[in-house]
C-alpha cells in the first residue's frame, strides 16, 4: 500500500518534468466566471489571513530533504494558529500543506503520544531562518517573541520538490530546523530564499538576540532529534463501519 515515504508509482503527474500542475490552461470564460462568483462571496476564512512568514522545513522520515515554505497564518485566539503552507509567495504558489501552531500552554496539555508529531519554533527563529518578508524586525519582534515559544504540527500534501505535478500519496509529516546535523539547513537554500526576498539572514541574527524559546522545553517535542526516529504514514485497508453510532 501506499506510503508517505517511498516514490508514488509512476505516472505522468510523478514525471518531475516541469513544475506546473498537470491540465489545460483556465479558460477566459473560467476565469471571468470565478472573478465574477469573488466579487459576490466573502471568503471570510481566508481573508483572516494576516500573518505571512517565510522559513524552511525538514521531511521527518528524510532531513536531508528540505524546502523553503511560505505560511499563511490566521490567529483564532492568542494561543492557537491555522496556516496555509505555500511553496512560494507568488501569484501562481502551489498550497502543499497545513500547519497548526499552539502556545506552550495548549501543547503541555496534548499526550505524549501527540506530542511527538509537534516540532518547536525557537531555533528556527533565533536563526533568523524564520521572517516575516517586508515587515520590519521592530515591528516583527513581539511576533517572533511569541512564536518562538510555540509548537507547530506541518503536514506536507504535495511533495513538489520530488517533482509531482500532482498532490500525490500521503500526507507527510514535517520538522523544523534544529541545531543537528541533519537539522541544519542547506547553505544554498538560504542564500537563494535571501536573494530573492532581498534579506540577509546573518544581518537579521543579532536583532534576535534575546529571543527565547519555551520556559521548560519538552523533549518530546522534535522527537527525531533524540530519538533519531522520523515518521511516516501508511495506507492499512480496513473493514468499513456499516452502521454509524446514533447519539
Request: aromatic letters at 8%; charged letters at 25%.
Amino acid at each position: 500500500m501506499a506510503s508517505s515515504d517511498k516514490v508514488p508509482v509512476a505516472c505522468p503527474a510523478s514525471s518531475g518534468e516541469g513544475k506546473e500542475p498537470m491540465g489545460d490552461p483556465t479558460k477566459t470564460t473560467t476565469t471571468m466566471l470565478e472573478k465574477g462568483t469573488a466579487m459576490m462571496q466573502s471568503m471570510k476564512p481566508i481573508r483572516q489571513m494576516s500573518l505571512h512568514m517565510c522559513s524552511f522545513a525538514c521531511y521527518s522520515h528524510d532531513p536531508g530533504r528540505q524546502i523553503e515554505v511560505h505560511i499563511y497564518g490566521h490567529r483564532v485566539n492568542q494561543d492557537f494558529l491555522q496556516c496555509a503552507v505555500y511553496d512560494s509567495n507568488s501569484s501562481n504558489a502551489h498550497l502543499i500543506g497545513i500547519e497548526y501552531i499552539v502556545s506552550e500552554k495548549l501543547f503541555e496539555s496534548l499526550s505524549p503520544e501527540e506530542q511527538k508529531l509537534w516540532h518547536s519554533h525557537d531555533y528556527e527563529i533565533q536563526m533568523a531562518l524564520l521572517v516575516t518578508p517586508r515587515v520590519p524586525e521592530l515591528v516583527a519582534k513581539p511576533e517572533l517573541k511569541n512564536l518562538a515559544k510555540s509548537y507547530g504540527k506541518f503536514w506536507c500534501t504535495w511533495q513538489i520538490d520530488r517533482g509531482d505535478r500532482l498532490p500525490l500519496g500521503l500526507p507527510s509529516l514535517m520538522v523544523s530546523p534544529q541545531d543537528v546535523n541533519l537539522g541544519r539547513i542547506k547553505p544554498e537554500l538560504v542564500k537563494k530564499r535571501d536573494e530573492e526576498h532581498g534579506i540577509s539572514t546573518e544581518s537579521l541574527k543579532p536583532s534576535r538576540e534575546g529571543i527565547c524559546g519555551p520556559e521548560k522545553k519538552n523533549l518530546v517535542a522534535d522527537y527525531w532529534v533524540r530519538f533519531r526516529k522520523g515518521f511516516a504514514l501508511d495506507v492499512v485497508e480496513t473493514d468499513m463501519k456499516k452502521t454509524a453510532p446514533f447519539p
